[in-house]
């Protein structure tokens, strides 16, 4: 997926919607945005499940 | 039609009550009153999707009646609220300010909340306003009220319980209930300048109510002042089996605690983000700070703390509200996009734009920060707060993607299920109210309420009316 339009686009499309060309601009500008905040929240790495011992492992 | 001016003594429900009981005022005169200012001043100030004044006054003439008999129901009886239109309210219809919803949604019916309060006696003004499904700003193409604030017509009210907050603000309701998913009670109350409380998660049953967020709603009182909200929540709180997040909690008598005293009481200052942010206009601030000396110099003590991730779990409550609402509204927007407010319609597809991941790491975060918090709550009574970074922005400056990128201070009591109160502070020199926010542990509505009333004894900000009976029509 080369840009952020063209992820838009699939998003849209997958979600059903067909906006109208006025709707486009604010949709664009909402989609970089929520890219942002999710990469902040998921930046913050004490809630992340990635650490040793919160990861759940069976021995025989 | 006429908007006389309210007294100052009946400007708040304690003090239309204590008048309704010692006979100098009569619940009938009262709401005529409130419903001349509301009809000559709703063209101007957009309070109101619907005006019931026939009802109204049925109501108000039972309650004299009552009252004249000895049945005396408590405080609320024969006073005059303000329902916003997402919560269902026999006699009149549900809007959401929307052409979505079905009109027949609610019809006939009173949300638990609302049966609350009209078995309390209280008097039903009308429907209103609120921002499109409690999300959208308002778009005036669509046939409903837009609404403006009372202080300054070109600024915004806030939303989305825009409507009570005008009409608490400008004398045409003594009272009455918003819902807060993301700070929909808390900023409305901040720029209107009076009082708002969003109550901790599952206080108040929200069943009967058109839903935006279903794990972070929450339905709270807004009023001129502390008291008046601790008058409503004794009515409105408690268990009810229709809402699955109603708790099981004892209600406390909450008016009965509001003593003045914070004598011990420690205040929590996170400085980082919440007072040290660029966007922080510097007289909010300031007014905020000169609130917490005086709880000080009440026998309080406050201590700066860090609140670590603050930015962070402004955003993930937004994440967390667009995807529960998307969930709520994705047939509407594939089949009736354009029946949906230009604003709302984008606000709300942003929830397809998370995946997953997104979302589920955002419960993660969720997790996290309400132990940070919590943990904070240890060494702490409450943490105070500006309610917004500045005062009612100019309407025409307002956009969905600017909100997305402004620092907001009231998100993160959503996310983590707590109390918060809104209490006006002063006002800037520009004539637009600023405020504060005041957070507690959880179901401590008592305290953060204590805390706000304590202030407003020694204050009287809360009691100050906008000069707008000249925009009646």
Redesign the interface.
Known sequence: MSNESEQLALVLAMAGVEPIETDLGPLATAYSIARENSALVASVTAARYEEPALIFSARP | MTATPLQTTTSTIKGAATALRDGSLTSTALTQQILDRAIALNPALGAYVDITADAALEQAAAADTALAAGDDRGPLQGIPLAIKDIIAMKGAATTANSRVLAPTWGAGTDAPVVARLRDAGAVFVGKATTSEFAIGLPDATKGFPVPHNPWNIEHTPAGSSSGTGIAVSAGLALGGLGTDTGGSVRSPAAVNGHTGLKVTFGRVPKSGVVPLGFSLDSIGPMARSAWDCAALLEVMAGFDPTDPNAAQQPVPAYTELLDGSVDGLRIALPMPYFFDHEQLDPEMHDAVLVAVKQLVGLGASSTEVELA?A??AK??N??ILVAEAYAYH?NN??NR??DYG??T???L??G????AG?VA??E??R???SRQVAALFENYDVIITPSAPTPAERAADL???KR??VVSYTGHWNLTGLPAVAIPVGFSTSGLPLSMQIVGKPFAEATVLKVADALQQITDWHLAMPPVDALAA
Request: proline fraction near 6%; glycine fraction near 0%.
């Open positions: 991730h930015a962070e955003d993930a937004h994440i994705r927007l594939v996009w354009t230009v604003h319609r984008p606000t597809a942003r397809a734009f998370y995946s997104d790491q955002a993660r975060f997790m996290m920060f956009s969905p993607s997305l990128q």
